[in-house]
């Protein structure tokens, strides 16, 4: 994926301290699984992006696998395990063919940072969920953190600030800006990412910006399309991320 390749290099300045974000996620993750599926080892992350949550978990024991659209962002995260000293498997993959990509018997399958309404139709995201339920091992379980599209206003020119990072005697000033289709009012929406790279010796500086879509779809749409694809057990949990959380478990007795 093009916006992906190209914010590769860019993408820890998304958090104030990547590091610690890496832990603290690692750490809230462990907390969410330990309470819904005790025991539960084996995790497939099929939208790692550059290694948020799976270098988090993997830091707390857990085997993972993790595969992402961007080879860019998986060869970021290749490295990143590898200077951590973290053996996990990854691979150039789309989530709508995990199970053809990485087989069956796993304890969980994660997919977090709203990376599912990269997904623009129902249709395709029913076809993911489906994917991750036969990842499965039957009992286990199904991890996704997303916006909270219900609270998100629809418009135009709508802009999401980050702040600004210094690093490498640079400063980086990080803002989205949002447009809805339907004159604003639509489910769907093209997001331009923009990063300002000034050069605090010099004064020079350059923009750049990264541009994709999304599908503003709501929990309860994604719990229903869950809950169509097999997974049983499906809710909503708040306040135990930095994302509302949806969860949904492959049901026990079920053999494929």
Same mark, same amino acid.
């Given at each position: 994926?093009d916006?992906?390749?190209?914010?590769?290099?860019?993408?820890?300045?998304?958090?104030?301290n990547?590091q610690h974000?890496?832990?603290?996620?690692g750490e809230?993750?462990d907390q969410?699984?330990?309470?819904?599926?005790?025991?539960?080892?084996?995790v497939?992350?099929?939208?790692?992006?550059?290694?948020?949550?799976?270098?988090?978990?993997a830091q707390?024991?857990?085997?993972?696998t993790a595969?992402?659209?961007?080879p860019?962002?998986?060869?970021?995260a290749?490295?990143?395990?590898?200077?951590?000293?973290?053996?996990v498997n990854f691979?150039?993959a789309?989530?709508?063919?995990?199970?053809?990509?990485?087989g069956?018997?796993?304890?969980?399958?994660?997919?977090c940072?709203?990376?599912v309404p990269?997904l623009? &139709?129902?249709d395709d995201l %029913?076809? =993911?969920?489906?994917? +991750?339920?036969?990842?499965? $091992?039957p009992? !286990?379980g199904?991890v996704?953190?997303?916006?909270d599209?219900?609270?998100?206003?629809?418009?135009?020119?709508?802009v999401k600030?980050?702040?600004?990072?210094v690093?490498?005697?640079?400063?980086?000033?990080?803002?989205q800006?949002?447009?809805f289709?339907?004159?604003?009012?639509g489910?769907?929406?093209?997001?331009?990412?923009?990063?300002?790279?000034?050069?605090?010796a010099?004064?020079?500086?350059?923009?750049?910006?990264?541009?994709?879509?999304?599908?503003?779809?709501?929990? &309860?749409?994604?719990?229903? %399309?869950? =809950?169509?694809a097999? +997974?049983?057990?499906?809710? $909503?949990?708040d !306040?135990?991320?930095?994302?509302?959380v949806?969860v949904?478990?492959k049901?026990?007795?079920?053999l494929i």
């Amino acid at each position: 994926m093009d916006f992906y390749d190209a914010l590769t290099p860019l993408y820890h300045l998304i958090y104030p301290n990547w590091q610690h974000s890496v832990q603290l996620q690692g750490e809230q993750l462990d907390q969410i699984i330990r309470s819904q599926w005790p025991a539960h080892h084996s995790v497939l992350d099929v939208s790692c992006g550059i290694g948020t949550q799976t270098l988090g978990l993997a830091q707390r024991g857990y085997a993972l696998t993790a595969s992402d659209l961007s080879p860019r962002e998986i060869e970021r995260a290749r490295r990143e395990a590898q200077q951590r000293g973290l053996a996990v498997n990854f691979s150039v993959a789309d989530m709508r063919a995990a199970h053809s990509v990485h087989g069956t018997g796993f304890d969980l399958v994660l997919s977090c940072d709203n990376s599912v309404p990269h997904l623009l &139709t129902d249709d395709d995201l %029913l076809l =993911a969920f489906q994917q +991750f339920w036969a990842c499965l $091992r039957p009992g !286990g379980g199904c991890v996704l953190s997303v916006r909270d599209y219900a609270q998100e206003a629809r418009g135009s020119n709508i802009v999401k600030p980050y702040g600004a990072r210094v690093q490498d005697g640079k400063r980086h000033v990080l803002f989205q800006v949002w447009d809805f289709d339907q004159g604003g009012q639509g489910d769907h929406y093209d997001l331009s990412f923009y990063v300002i790279e000034d050069d605090l010796a010099s004064g020079q500086a350059q923009t750049h910006v990264m541009r994709s879509r999304y599908y503003a779809i709501s929990t &309860t749409r994604l719990c229903e %399309l869950m =809950a169509q694809a097999g +997974f049983e057990n499906v809710q $909503r949990l708040d !306040g135990v991320f930095f994302q509302p959380v949806l969860v949904g478990t492959k049901p026990a007795r079920s053999l494929i």
